[in-house]
C-alpha cells in the first residue's frame, strides 16, 4: 500500500484523538523526521497535526504508523504512537516514596501502551522504581550525590513515584493515548546544578543529559513534568531560585526550538528542620507560582503547575506514594489543558478576597469572601472545616494576626472566612495566604482532585459608618 493510502486508512481510525495547539510542538517538519533503528517497546512521538509517526523499515521503505499500538517493526515488538514526557527535576520527581506496608508493591502495575526510557537508556514497560540511577550512562548521576545511587539497594524499600499515576490520568484525558516516560530526575538536586552547562562534555550536567536522552528518543517530545525546589528552599540563599528557573525555561525553549508544555509541581512541605526557614520555603513556592504557573503573559498557554502541599509525607520532605499518586493524578489533567494550549485553566487560583460585615439576626459577623478561577467546569470537595488560610501584616515580617474563627465553603465555589470580633478593632491593609510557611495545614481540593495553588492576595478592612 502506498504511503498516502496509509495515512488515509489510520485516519479513519483517528478521529478521536484530541488535536492539541499547534506551538506545543517542535517547529521541524515532521514529514521530514523519520525514526530509525526502533527498538522493542519504544514510544514513538506522534506528529500532532497528523497523529502519526513515521518509521523507515529496514528494507529502506517509510512507512506511517498511527497513534496506538502495538506494533511490530522489523525485528522491534510492543511499539507504540502517542506522547513522550520527560520526568525531571529532583528527588519527588525522581520517586522516593515508600512501597505499599514496606513491601515491594508499587501503587500501580506496569500497563501496556504506558513505557519507560529506562536510567540504562533502553525502553521498557513503566514499572516502579522508574529510576535506577546507579546503572545511568551518564557522568552526572555518579558526580552529583544521591542516596539510590551511593546505595541501590533503598530502591527494594522505596522508590514509589508520580510518573505511573500521571501517565493513568493523562491517558484517561486523551482517549487513552500511549505515554512514555523519559526518567532524567535526579535527588537532592538545586536550581543552579540544573544550569551547570559543560560544552566539553554535555552528559556531566543534569541539563546536558537531560536533552542527549530527547535526543536518543528520537528528538520530539509532548512535554516536561518538572518538580524541584526543596534543595533551594532549604538553601542560604532561596532567592537564586527565580532566577535560575526564568533561565531554564527559556533555554528548554530555545534548545528545542519550540514552546513545549512544562507542567510542574509546586512546593509542598517541610516538616521538621529547625534550621530551615518558613519565609525561605514561602519564597521558592512564591517564585514556582509566579514563574512556573503564569497567568498573564503568552506562555501561561503551555507552562502550569499542579499543588502538593495537602499531600501526605513520608519523612520531612519527601510525599509518600499516596500523595505521589494524587499529584500525578494533578500532573495529567494539568498536561492536557497545557497540550490544548490552555495551560492558565489547569490549577484552582485565588482571585480576590473583599471584608464584609454581615449581620445575622441582629448580630454583626466579620467576615472576608474569597473568590477563585478555574473553577467554570469544578467545584470545591464539601469539607466541615476549610484549612490553610492566615492573614498576616503586609509588612516584610510576616507576622500572623490570630483572627480566624473558622473557614467555610459556601455556594460551591467560594470561600468564606470569618473571624472573631477583634478585627472590628482592625483598618488598613492585609495579606491572605493560602499554604504560607514550611508546613501549612491545607485541604481546599476539587471533586476532580485538583488543589488550590498556594498564593496570597492582598485585601482591605474598612469599617461601614
Same mark, same amino acid.
Given at each position: 500500500?502506498?504511503?498516502?493510502?496509509?495515512?488515509?486508512?489510520?485516519?479513519?481510525?483517528?478521529?478521536?484523538?484530541?488535536?492539541?495547539?499547534?506551538?506545543?510542538?517542535?517547529?521541524?517538519?515532521?514529514?521530514?523526521?523519520?525514526?530509525?533503528?526502533?527498538?522493542?517497546?519504544?514510544?514513538?512521538?506522534?506528529?500532532?497535526?497528523?497523529?502519526?509517526?513515521?518509521?523507515?523499515?529496514?528494507?529502506?521503505?517509510?512507512?506511517?504508523?498511527?497513534?496506538?499500538?502495538?506494533?511490530?517493526?522489523?525485528?522491534?515488538?510492543?511499539?507504540?504512537?502517542?506522547?513522550?514526557?520527560?520526568?525531571?527535576?529532583?528527588?519527588?520527581?525522581?520517586?522516593?516514596?515508600?512501597?505499599?506496608?514496606?513491601?515491594?508493591?508499587?501503587?500501580?502495575?506496569?500497563?501496556?501502551?504506558?513505557?519507560?526510557?529506562?536510567?540504562?537508556?533502553?525502553?521498557?514497560?513503566?514499572?516502579?522504581?522508574?529510576?535506577?540511577?546507579?546503572?545511568?550512562?551518564?557522568?552526572?548521576?555518579?558526580?552529583?550525590?544521591?542516596?539510590?545511587?551511593?546505595?541501590?539497594?533503598?530502591?527494594?524499600?522505596?522508590?514509589?513515584?508520580?510518573?505511573?499515576?500521571?501517565?493513568?490520568?493523562?491517558?484517561?484525558?486523551?482517549?487513552?493515548?500511549?505515554?512514555?516516560?523519559?526518567?532524567?530526575?535526579?535527588?537532592?538536586?538545586?536550581?543552579?546544578?540544573?544550569?551547570?552547562?559543560?560544552?566539553?562534555?554535555?552528559?556531566?550536567?543534569?541539563?546536558?543529559?537531560?536533552?542527549?536522552?530527547?535526543?536518543?528518543?528520537?528528538?520530539?517530545?509532548?512535554?516536561?513534568?518538572?518538580?524541584?525546589?526543596?534543595?533551594?528552599?532549604?538553601?542560604?540563599?532561596?532567592?537564586?531560585?527565580?532566577?535560575?528557573?526564568?533561565?531554564?525555561?527559556?533555554?528548554?525553549?530555545?534548545?528545542?526550538?519550540?514552546?513545549?508544555?512544562?507542567?510542574?509541581?509546586?512546593?509542598?512541605?517541610?516538616?521538621?528542620?529547625? =534550621?530551615?526557614? @518558613?519565609?525561605?520555603?514561602? &519564597?521558592? *513556592? #512564591?517564585?514556582?507560582?509566579?514563574?512556573?504557573?503564569?497567568?498573564?503573559? +503568552?506562555?501561561?498557554?503551555?507552562?502550569?503547575?499542579?499543588?502538593?502541599?495537602?499531600?501526605?509525607?513520608?519523612?520531612?520532605?519527601?510525599?509518600?506514594?499516596?500523595?505521589?499518586?494524587?499529584?500525578?493524578?494533578?500532573?495529567?489533567?494539568?498536561?492536557?489543558?497545557?497540550?490544548?494550549?490552555?495551560?492558565?485553566?489547569?490549577?484552582?487560583?485565588?482571585?480576590?478576597?473583599?471584608?464584609?460585615?454581615?449581620?445575622?439576626?441582629?448580630?454583626?459577623?466579620?467576615?472576608?469572601?474569597?473568590?477563585?478561577?478555574?473553577?467554570?467546569?469544578?467545584?470545591?470537595?464539601?469539607?466541615?472545616?476549610?484549612?490553610?488560610?492566615?492573614?498576616?501584616?503586609?509588612?516584610?515580617?510576616?507576622?500572623?494576626?490570630?483572627?480566624?474563627?473558622?473557614?467555610?465553603?459556601? =455556594?460551591?465555589? @467560594?470561600?468564606?472566612?470569618? &473571624?472573631? *470580633? #477583634?478585627?472590628?478593632?482592625?483598618?488598613?491593609?492585609?495579606?491572605?495566604? +493560602?499554604?504560607?510557611?514550611?508546613?501549612?495545614?491545607?485541604?481546599?481540593?476539587?471533586?476532580?482532585?485538583?488543589?488550590?495553588?498556594?498564593?496570597?492576595?492582598?485585601?482591605?478592612?474598612?469599617?461601614?459608618?
Amino acid at each position: 500500500m502506498r504511503v498516502e493510502e496509509d495515512i488515509k486508512a489510520i485516519n479513519m481510525n483517528q478521529n478521536n484523538i484530541p488535536q492539541y495547539f499547534e506551538t506545543s510542538f517542535p517547529r521541524r517538519d515532521y514529514k521530514k523526521f523519520i525514526y530509525e533503528n526502533v527498538t522493542s517497546y519504544q514510544i514513538l512521538q506522534r506528529n500532532p497535526k497528523t497523529n502519526i509517526a513515521y518509521v523507515k523499515l529496514d528494507n529502506d521503505e517509510i512507512h506511517p504508523f498511527g497513534v496506538g499500538g502495538p506494533y511490530i517493526i522489523d525485528n522491534a515488538h510492543s511499539v507504540y504512537v502517542g506522547d513522550i514526557w520527560i520526568m525531571a527535576g529532583q528527588s519527588n520527581m525522581r520517586g522516593h516514596g515508600y512501597y505499599n506496608n514496606g513491601e515491594k508493591v508499587a501503587i500501580l502495575g506496569p500497563t501496556r501502551g504506558v513505557h519507560l526510557y529506562q536510567s540504562n537508556e533502553t525502553w521498557a514497560l513503566a514499572q516502579e522504581p522508574t529510576h535506577r540511577l546507579s546503572e545511568s550512562p551518564r557522568p552526572v548521576h555518579h558526580r552529583i550525590a544521591d542516596p539510590t545511587v551511593r546505595n541501590p539497594a533503598i530502591l527494594h524499600v522505596r522508590g514509589a513515584s508520580l510518573g505511573l499515576a500521571f501517565a493513568q490520568s493523562y491517558r484517561k484525558r486523551n482517549n487513552n493515548i500511549p505515554v512514555g516516560l523519559v526518567a532524567s530526575a535526579h535527588g537532592g538536586t538545586s536550581s543552579t546544578q540544573w544550569m551547570e552547562r559543560d560544552q566539553q562534555n554535555p552528559s556531566n550536567t543534569l541539563y546536558g543529559a537531560m536533552m542527549a536522552r530527547i535526543e536518543k528518543v528520537g528528538g520530539n517530545i509532548a512535554g516536561f513534568l518538572w518538580y524541584q525546589g526543596e534543595t533551594d528552599a532549604c538553601s542560604s540563599d532561596p532567592s537564586v531560585y527565580g532566577f535560575n528557573t526564568t533561565r531554564l525555561l527559556n533555554d528548554m525553549s530555545k534548545d528545542l526550538r519550540f514552546h513545549t508544555p512544562i507542567v510542574s509541581v509546586q512546593l509542598g512541605r517541610c516538616v521538621g528542620g529547625s =534550621n530551615i526557614q @518558613d519565609a525561605s520555603w514561602n &519564597l521558592v *513556592r #512564591e517564585n514556582q507560582y509566579s514563574f512556573l504557573a503564569p497567568r498573564h503573559i +503568552y506562555s501561561e498557554k503551555q507552562i502550569c503547575a499542579v499543588s502538593s502541599i495537602d499531600t501526605s509525607m513520608d519523612d520531612f520532605i519527601h510525599l509518600s506514594a499516596h500523595g505521589l499518586a494524587k499529584v500525578g493524578h494533578r500532573l495529567g489533567i494539568a498536561a492536557t489543558y497545557a497540550m490544548q494550549g490552555k495551560g492558565y485553566m489547569s490549577s484552582p487560583r485565588m482571585t480576590f478576597a473583599g471584608y464584609e460585615e454581615k449581620n445575622d439576626y441582629s448580630m454583626k459577623r466579620c467576615t472576608i469572601k474569597i473568590s477563585f478561577e478555574n473553577l467554570e467546569n469544578d467545584s470545591w470537595s464539601p469539607v466541615d472545616e476549610v484549612l490553610g488560610f492566615s492573614i498576616r501584616d503586609s509588612n516584610n515580617n510576616h507576622q500572623e494576626l490570630p483572627i480566624i474563627l473558622s473557614t467555610r465553603i459556601e =455556594n460551591e465555589c @467560594d470561600v468564606r472566612i470569618y &473571624l472573631t *470580633r #477583634e478585627a472590628l478593632q482592625l483598618r488598613g491593609s492585609y495579606v491572605l495566604y +493560602y499554604g504560607w510557611g514550611k508546613n501549612p495545614s491545607c485541604n481546599l481540593t476539587t471533586k476532580s482532585g485538583m488543589g488550590l495553588l498556594a498564593s496570597h492576595v492582598n485585601f482591605s478592612i474598612e469599617h461601614p459608618h
